[in-house]
């Protein structure tokens, strides 16, 4: 009967392992199947953005088609679109009308960016990028002599900028650029791709910028496709998250590794000073005053020399232009009257309208953003002086009585204890 009961035991047990071996093959095939699934829908999402956003060929092709009918021309049509010397690189791009990419032009490389009409959109988000209508590049007419493209030029400028006494030299700067073949005169293709570029106002804030070295120079356009220096490092916290990771790594952690890829201190104070130079030059520059209406590292880069620059101008915008623009605001409070990022007026509620005068000029926002930079890793000796200037420069109101007084003083007390640090260093 023993012998008997072994045999039947050990068929229990057998049955038993070949049912626990067949369910764990179906769990791992159900887990196998499943991560293929979610791995294909992933690439999928990323290739469905990439592709939405990534149009470089579109923009080359809608570019180079007009430059062949002869409606534009300029110093980079000809390598675009007829030597093939002008090289589109990795996209940048973050929205689908402003293509965005790093590219190379003989001996230089830099960023391209163009601009494109209504892309398909599947976004249902509820912030939708504005409609943007492809250029028509009808702009100076035929028969415009270069007297009237001067007044043109000169008007835009005018209304973008304001009365400014140094306009004409700002034009005659703009026309030499205009004569992109160097033949000593302005064609009406090359007027209609220096209309469409100047129309872009972060290439206008750029110009304006570029002989102080605050901005990439501009190398180069054909209509409004232009390519500009490339910044050789950025974000200012010197560390930027390849773009399929950005949405998968939290905030706190990125701020995190932001400061661990900086560089030395000393070196960290030399771009802080370039961008307190910035500050400086923008508060009342030779063609007037701009306020900087977002402050986020990722705008800002340096050069192998460690020279700060801005590498997006669209935060910049003229003061007499955001004045205008805050005049015609009706508000309920002060978060009605914002511009940008973080430009700010209050809210008049007798009239029910926004005021002109930005509640922080941009000193007490670059302080802000230089907080965190410049503290960290300061030398002891300095620490706490440096910790009360920067809370002190972060107080500073817009509508303070003596604001220019008080804004120079802090300024140039800043950048005299930064400098003390360096000046006896190799990064000076």
């Known amino acids: 009967m023993a012998k008997g009961l072994l045999p ?24 196998t199947w499943l991560t293929v699934l979610v791995s294909s829908w992933v690439v999928y999402v990323q290739y469905s953005a990439y592709t939405e956003l990534c149009r470089g060929h579109e923009c080359k092709n809608a570019i180079c088609e007009k430059y062949r009918r002869g409606v534009i021309d300029g110093s980079a049509c000809s390598s675009l679109c007829d030597k093939g010397t002008l090289y589109f690189g990795r996209c940048l791009s973050s929205l689908p009308n402003n293509q965005v990419y790093t590219g190379s032009w003989g001996d230089h490389s830099g960023v391209i960016r163009c601009q494109l009409g209504e892309a398909a959109r599947y ?4 912030e939708p990028e504005p409609r943007r209508e492809a250029p028509a590049f009808d702009q100076p007419s ?3 002599s270069v007297e009237k493209f001067r007044e043109m030029v000169f008007s835009l400028l005018k209304s973008k900028l304001g009365e400014q006494v140094n306009l004409s030299g700002l034009v005659s700067q703009i026309l030499s650029v205009t004569d992109g073949n160097r033949d000593g005169r302005v064609s009406l293709p090359e007027a209609r791709s220096t209309w469409a570029v100047l129309q872009r106002d972060e290439v206008l804030l750029g110009l304006v910028l570029q002989e102080r070295g605050h901005t990439p120079r501009l190398l180069g356009f054909c209509g409004d496709l232009y390519m500009t220096d490339r910044v050789p490092y950025g974000p200012l916290y010197g560390f930027a998250l390849p773009w399929p990771l950005v949405s998968w790594v939290p905030g706190s952690l990125q701020r995190t590794m ?6 030395s201190w000393p070196r960290k104070a030399k771009i802080s000073m370039g961008l307190l130079e910035l500050v400086e030059d923008v508060f009342h520059g030779t063609y007037g005053s701009f306020l900087m209406c977002d402050l986020a590292a990722v705008h800002f880069g340096y050069t192998d020399r460690h020279e700060l620059c801005l590498t997006d101008t669209q935060v ?3 003061e007499d232009e955001f004045r205008r623009i805050m005049r015609a605001l009706r508000c309920e409070t002060d978060a009605d009257c914002v511009y940008g990022a973080d430009c700010q007026t209050s809210c008049d509620l007798s009239e029910k309208r926004c005021g002109e005068q930005p509640l922080r000029p941009n000193l007490a926002k670059a302080c802000r953003t230089l907080k965190d930079y410049l503290l960290r890793g300061a030398p002891s000796g300095m620490s706490e ?3 009360r200037q920067l809370f002190a420069c972060m107080a500073l109101r817009g509508n303070s009585r003596q604001l220019d007084m008080e804004h120079s003083l802090i300024l140039n007390n800043l950048k005299a204890l930064l400098w003390r640090q360096i000046s006896h260093t190799k990064d000076s």
């Open 8 to 31: 039947r035991a050990w068929v229990n047990r057998s049955f038993y392992f070949q049912a626990r071996i067949s369910f764990m093959r179906v769990k791992y095939l159900f887990l």
């Open 142 to 144: 035929k028969g415009t």
């Open 123 to 126: 976004d249902l988000s509820d």
């Open 385 to 387: 002086e440096l910790e």
């Open 316 to 318: 910049l915008v003229p």
């Open 258 to 263: 932001d400061q661990w890829f900086t560089p």
